[in-house]
């Protein structure tokens, strides 16, 4: 069973973050089953790289169309872009040395992060940016 699945509570708003949105939902739910099948490091390994990389190419497209829109929370939404990508860093650093598991706990932590900041930060620019012109 997907750990996340999709729902239109989720939508921003604007079409393509919102599919970049389902396409991350798709990627952490292809890393809990890797890691439920339990499958190897390697394997583990890349799916948490692409996920990782997928994550800051979506963060920097969020940043630009934000600012180029003089996004008023830009700042604070880029701040919390910033945060958490040093947070899967982080992990992902950790993963790759062995001292850390990918855990139950930080396939919880993807979960909060990707509904939270999804429901709770991105959900803000969609008003402005539609008013913008942007949809
Ligand atoms: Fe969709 Fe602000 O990340």
């Known amino acids: 069973m997907a750990l996340i699945a999709w729902n239109d509570k989720l939508s921003v708003q604007v079409r393509q973050f919102d599919d970049e949105h ?20 390697q394997v583990i390994g890349d799916v948490l790289n692409g996920l990782i990389n997928y994550t800051k190419n979506h963060f920097a ?17 880029k701040k919390e872009h910033n945060q958490l990508t ?10 790759a040395a062995g001292s850390a598991p990918l855990s139950q706990s930080v396939m919880s932590f993807l979960k909060d992060w990707l509904t939270n900041h999804i429901q709770g930060v991105d959900k803000g620019y969609g008003p402005y940016l539609n008013g913008k012109g942007v949809k």
């Open 22 to 41: 389902k396409k991350l939902i798709v990627m952490v739910n292809q890393l809990h089953d890797a890691m439920k099948e339990g499958k190897g490091k």
């Open 61 to 77: 497209a969020e940043d630009k169309l934000m600012k180029a829109h003089a996004y008023p929370d830009y700042e604070k939404h």
């Open 86 to 95: 040093l947070t899967v860093l982080d992990l992902q650093k950790g993963y």
